[in-house]
Nanobody, 122 residues
């Protein structure tokens, strides 16, 4: 029902910052909840952060609390992930997920984007 395109990934040194973006599009407008997940080689895809359509009560994985901030621009149907104080263990492909229900997003039941690579060097 929704198409997602992630962008903003790249290669940065530990301690640096990146801002990821996920743009949603579709024939019919939806008040989507959106979230970010990441997957490192040979690892399972893990939850990073999620946000409701209204932007209230964002959720974060313990590993990124205090370092990452999720936000959204509903006028542009886009969600962002500001990543600060990056660590080598943050290296992964980052994926966007979206659904009308935030519960569906956090349980990986929504639509997926193609992912964007984030690499943090020591």
């Amino acid at each position: 029902q929704v198409q997602l395109v992630e962008s903003g990934g790249g290669l940065v040194q530990a301690g640096g910052s990146l801002r990821l973006s996920c743009a949603a599009s579709g024939r019919t407008f939806r008040r989507y909840a959106m979230g970010w997940f990441r997957q490192a080689p040979e690892k399972e895809r893990e939850f990073v952060a999620a946000i409701s359509w209204s932007g209230s009560s964002p959720y974060y994985a313990d590993s990124v609390k205090g370092r990452f901030t999720i936000s959204r621009d509903n006028a542009k149907n886009t969600v962002h992930l500001q990543m600060n104080s990056l660590k080598p263990e943050d290296t992964a492909v980052y994926y966007c997920n979206a659904d009308a229900s935030i519960a569906v997003v956090t349980t990986r039941g929504g639509s997926w984007g193609q992912g964007t690579q984030v690499t943090i060097s020591s």
